[in-house]
C-alpha cells in the first residue's frame, strides 16, 4: 500500500514572507506589551475614550444619544468597548480595568499594522524594504508610545494603511471594484476612528480619474461606485445620525481648537496667536516641519525625504506609488490648514505621514547607496549590499532607545495616586458639603481615578450651593526675597477650567479655608509637581 504524497512545500517567497511576517509580529508585540508594562497613566485623552465606551455600553442610554454628544467617531470607543468585555474577569477597580482595555484596543491594532506596512514596501520596493519599514514604524518612540498610549492612533493607522494598500491592490489590476470596495470599507473604519479616513477614498479616487485612460469609462464608473458603496455603507448611518460629516471642534470654524495640555511626549505645539498672513504660513510651515522630525525621529524623517528624492522618476511613472503619495500629501494639507486655521500642530496627526515616510526611508536606501558606490574615492566601501539594512537596523536601534529606557507619563503619576485621596476627602464631607462639591480638574486623571467621573463627569452645582472647591493643579517651585513656595503653572493653555483652578488657588475667596490634600511627588511642599488642594468656600 503507497503512502500518501507529502504536501508541496510552500513557494520559496511565500515562506519567506511568512517568516518576516512572524519576526515582525514578534517585535511589535514586544514593543507594545514593553510600553504597556511601563505606564504609569495613560494619556489624558485615554479618560475620554474609556468614558466614551462606557457610555455606549450603557443599556439606559440609546447610542444615537451618545453619537450626537460625544465630540469624536465611536470606532475606537467601540474597540476600548469590546477589549473590556472580552479580558479576564479582574478584582481591579473599574477605573484601571477601562484605561487598561483603551491600551490593549489600541496596542492589538498596533501590531496589526505590519501587515499594511510590510505588504506597501514589499509591492513599491522590495520585502527586505517591507520588512525594514515595519521595523522603523513600530520603533518610531512617537508611534510606540501613541499606539499603546489609549489613544486612537492605532486602529486609525492600520485601517488607512489597509485602505491604502487596497487601493494600490486594485489600481494594478485590470477589474478594480473588488479592491476598490475593500478600499472603501477600510477607509469608512478609519474614518469611525478619525475623520481623516476620508482622506483615502478621495486620494484613490483622484488616482482612477489620472487613469481613466487605461481603467476604461466602465471600470471607472464601477470602480467609482464600489470606492463610494464601501465608504458610505460604513460611515454613512454615523453621518446620519449626527447630522453632517464629524462633530470635532477642530473641523468647525466657529470654535476654537486647544492643544491638549498632556505629559510624555508633547502632543501639540502651539502657533502664536498674533501671527497672521504670510508670517502665519512661515510658523505653520516650520512648526509642521517640526513636528514631522519628532514624528519620525529625526533619522527616519530625513532618510524618507532622501528615499522620496531619488524615487521622484519611480512615483512619476508608477501609478501603484500614487495613492499613498496622494494621501500623505492630503494629510499634510489638513494638518497645515488646522495648524493655520486652529493654531496648533500635533505630532500624533503627523504619524500616518510618517508611516508612508518609512516606505520610502527603507525602499531609497538601496539607490543611496548604490549612489555613493559611484563615488571614485570611496566607492569601495559603500558597494557592501548589507549596508542598507544595516543603518535601517540602526536608525531602529536609535528609535528603540527612548521606547526601552523611559516610563509613559512618569510625570504625571501623582495625578493617579490624586484620585484615592479626592474620594476620601469628599467622603468625609458632609452631605450638604458633598452636594455643593465643584472639582476643578483640566486634566482630569484625579477626578477619574477617584470614580467621581469615571462615566460621565458630574455638572457643577449652581452658585449659591457650592460649599468645597477641590482644584488640581501642576506647579512650580519659587524663590523670592529669599523665600521658597510653591505656585501653579500658568493659565496659558486656553482652558477655562484651568484659569478657574488657578485664580482660586492664587485668590480664594475672602473667608475660605485652603487645605492641601494631596502633593506629588513626596517630600517638601514647595518641591511638588502637582497639589490636590481643599478649598472650603465661607457659608453663604
Keep these: 500500500m503507497t503512502s500518501p504524497p507529502a504536501p508541496a512545500a510552500p513557494p520559496p517567497s511565500l515562506r519567506s514572507d511568512v517568516g518576516r511576517l512572524c519576526v515582525l509580529v514578534l517585535i511589535a508585540a514586544g514593543v507594545h506589551w514593553w510600553v504597556v508594562a511601563n505606564t504609569a497613566v495613560t494619556a489624558r485623552d485615554s479618560v475620554g475614550f474609556a468614558r466614551y465606551a462606557l457610555s455606549l455600553g450603557e443599556p439606559s442610554r440609546p447610542w444615537a444619544e451618545v453619537l450626537r454628544a460625544e465630540a469624536h467617531p465611536p470606532g475606537y470607543p467601540l474597540a476600548v468597548l469590546t477589549a473590556h468585555r472580552l479580558l479576564p474577569p479582574s478584582d481591579q477597580p473599574l477605573t484601571d480595568r477601562i484605561p487598561f482595555a483603551a491600551q490593549v484596543a489600541s496596542s492589538v491594532a498596533g501590531v496589526l499594522a505590519v501587515f499594511p506596512v510590510y505588504w506597501l514596501g514589499r509591492r513599491l520596493f522590495a520585502p527586505s524594504a517591507g520588512f525594514w519599514a515595519a521595523v522603523l514604524l513600530q520603533l518610531l518612540p512617537v508611534f510606540a508610545r501613541d499606539t499603546a498610549d489609549g489613544l486612537s492612533d492605532g486602529p486609525f493607522l ?43 477614498p478621495a486620494a484613490v479616487g483622484l488616482v482612477s480619474l489620472l487613469r481613466a485612460g487605461r481603467l476604461g469609462f466602465g471600470n471607472l464608473v464601477v470602480g467609482g461606485s464600489a470606492l463610494a458603496v464601501g465608504f458610505l455603507a ?24 486647544v492643544p491638549e495640555a498632556v505629559g510624555g511626549p508633547v502632543f501639540a505645539r502651539s502657533i502664536p496667536p498674533d501671527t497672521a498672513g504670510g508670517q502665519r504660513v512661515w510658523h505653520t510651515a516650520r512648526t509642521m516641519g517640526e513636528e514631522w522630525l519628532k514624528a519620525g525621529h529625526y533619522g527616519v524623517a530625513v532618510f524618507a525625504v ?30 497645515a490648514a488646522l495648524g493655520f486655521k486652529k493654531g496648533y500642530v500635533s505630532e500624533r496627526h503627523l504619524l500616518p505621514v510618517a508611516a508612508v515616510g518609512t516606505l520610502f526611508a527603507a525602499g531609497g536606501l538601496t539607490t543611496w547607496f548604490g549612489l555613493w558606490a ?72 484625579c477626578q477619574f481615578f477617584s470614580g467621581r467621573a469615571t462615566a460621565t463627569i458630574p455638572p457643577d452645582p449652581p452658585p449659591e450651593r457650592q460649599r468645597v472647591v477641590f482644584v488640581v493643579l501642576e506647579g512650580k517651585e519659587q524663590k523670592r526675597e529669599g523665600a521658597r513656595r510653591w505656585v501653579p503653572e500658568d493659565p496659558d493653555f486656553g482652558s477655562e477650567r484651568h484659569e478657574t483652578a488657578v485664580r482660586y488657588y492664587l485668590s480664594p475667596p475672602p473667608g475660605s479655608a485652603v487645605e492641601w490634600v494631596h502633593h506629588w511627588p513626596p517630600g517638601p511642599p514647595e518641591q511638588a509637581k502637582m497639589a490636590l488642594v481643599k478649598i472650603t468656600l465661607p457659608p453663604k
Design 306 to 335: 532622501i528615499g522620496l528624492l531619488l524615487s521622484l522618476r519611480r512615483v512619476w511613472r508608477e501609478p501603484r506609488f500614487w495613492p499613498p503619495v496622494l494621501y500623505a500629501g492630503g494629510q499634510l494639507i489638513a494638518v
Design 374 to 445: 559611484k563615488v571614485p574615492a570611496v566607492g569601495r566601501v559603500f558597494a557592501w549590499k548589507g549596508w542598507p539594512a544595516a543603518l535601517c537596523a540602526a536608525l531602529a536601534v536609535v528609535g528603540a532607545v527612548p521606547v526601552f529606557t523611559s516610563r509613559l507619563h512618569a510625570d504625571r503619576a501623582g495625578h493617579k495616586e490624586a484620585g484615592p485621596k479626592l474620594a476620601e476627602a469628599i467622603a468625609a464631607l458632609t452631605p450638604e458639603q458633598q452636594a455643593g462639591v465643584v472639582v476643578l480638574d483640566h486634566y482630569q486623571w
Design 158 to 200: 492600520v485601517c488607512v494603511l489597509s485602505a491604502v494598500a487596497c487601493g494600490v491592490w486594485a489600481l494594478d489590476r485590470p477589474r478594480v471594484w473588488a479592491g476598490l470596495l475593500a478600499c472603501g470599507v477600510l477607509s469608512g473604519l478609519a474614518y469611525l476612528v478619525r475623520p481623516e479616513g476620508g482622506l483615502v
Design 234 to 257: 460604513v460611515g454613512g448611518p454615523y453621518m446620519a445620525t449626527i447630522g453632517g460629516f464629524t462633530n470635532k471642534p477642530a473641523f468647525k470654524a466657529e470654535t476654537a481648537a
